[in-house]
């Protein structure tokens, strides 16, 4: 494993539910990250925090709301989904150096999420 | 524009065979280049990373390239093994008043027995 956990593996969810994707890190990184893997599609970057300050929000719809409480802990909360949100949500975490280079990322096995 | 581009799209190779998975990248200036390997179903897992001042980098049966001035990168696999089959993706870091990092779309190898 790699000191990432994503909770839950899968989820199946309708339009007007409300959810909430789980993420913890084991490796006391100080950057965390959430991406969108579509089928036969490069990993889309949403959101980033470092030291638990969001950095970077790649223009995401508002139906998706991240919250990270601490740097070992990161949420994705999920309300009013539409259909072609149906993908693997990823989950990550790095430590990043002083000048801000990316560093290599490490990965949760991710949840599967269908949206009917 | 600043774009990762990897080939082939898809490959099938036999169990104890070498192949090679090309990455180009047009970003600049560069920054660094890994390349993860993704089993279906599971999240990405490093296997390589390197910087500008480094051409060569090894991880077991796995060996990465990179040539800066021609941007491009390739990932070597010796000695194919059933376990290697999976997506492998590029990714490529650049600096352009901040850090931004553009992923390629992957490889998908299939070994087979």
New interface residues.
């Given amino acids: 494993e790699t000191g990432v956990t994503q909770t839950p593996r899968h989820l199946v969810m309708g339009m007007t539910n409300k959810k909430s994707l789980k993420c913890e890190q084991h490796l006391g990184h100080n950057a965390m990250y959430w991406y969108k893997q579509s089928a036969k599609k490069p990993l889309e970057l949403m959101f980033v925090y470092s030291l638990e300050e969001r950095v970077e929000n790649n223009s995401v719809p508002s139906r998706f709301s991240p919250e990270c409480p601490n740097s070992s802990h990161l949420f994705l909360h999920l309300h009013t989904l539409q259909p072609e949100d149906s993908a693997l949500y990823l989950c990550a975490s790095s430590q990043e150096s002083p000048s801000g280079r990316p560093d290599t990322q490490y990965f949760g096995p991710g949840t599967r999420l269908t949206v009917l | 524009k600043n774009q990762?581009e990897q080939s082939p799209q898809s490959l099938i190779i036999l169990e104890g065979k070498n192949c090679t998975l090309q990455c180009n990248y047009t970003v600049s200036p560069f920054?660094?280049l890994?390349w993860?390997k993704q089993d279906t179903?599971?999240?990405?897992?490093?296997l390589t990373?390197m910087t500008f001042s480094e051409n060569t980098k090894s991880n077991g049966r796995y060996t990465a390239t990179l040539d800066a001035d021609t941007k491009q990168s390739s990932l070597h696999i010796t000695a194919s093994q059933l376990s290697d089959s999976a997506s492998y993706?590029c990714v490529v870091?650049f600096?352009t008043g901040?850090?931004k990092?553009?992923?390629?779309?992957?490889t998908r190898l299939f070994v087979k027995a």
């Fill in positions: 990762v920054s660094n890994r993860y179903g599971r999240g990405p897992v490093s990373i993706i870091s600096n901040g850090f990092t553009i992923f390629g779309a992957g």
